[in-house]
């Protein structure tokens, strides 16, 4: 049974950090493209990074230049840094492989 596991959210003041870590089991970790995913209150989630198999990222527009996404394969664990936080980034985060959402964690932006 494939899970991932999303940790790290928590409150930040505009202009922090924070990481979020995922970590899978159940799969062949490192043969799948990982993504993290967000919804806003009353938004669509939407799609804030990518990482393929091959280490390839790619990021939503929004975000560029501030997120960057990681994995560890030993670990079975792909990562979200988030930096220069701002309140708009305010959202439930999800992990997403292999056919599989996480619970999620609640990342707010707020002074």
């Known amino acids: 049974q494939v899970q991932l596991v999303e940790s790290g959210g928590g409150l930040v003041q505009p202009g922090g950090s924070l990481r979020l870590s995922c970590a899978a089991s159940?799969?062949?970790?490192?043969?799948?493209?990982m993504d993290w995913f967000r919804q806003a209150p009353g938004e669509q989630r939407e799609v804030v990074a990518t990482?393929?198999?091959?280490?390839?990222?790619d990021y939503a527009d929004s975000v560029k230049g501030r997120f960057t996404i990681s994995r560890d394969n030993t670990k079975n664990t792909v990562y979200l840094q988030m930096n220069s936080l701002k309140p708009e980034d305010t959202a439930v985060y999800y992990c997403?492989?292999?056919?599989?959402w996480g619970q999620g964690t609640q990342v707010t932006v707020s002074s």
């Open positions: 997403y492989g292999a056919r599989t």
């Open positions: 990482i393929t198999s091959t280490h390839n990222t």
């Open positions: 159940g799969i062949a970790f490192s043969y799948y493209t």
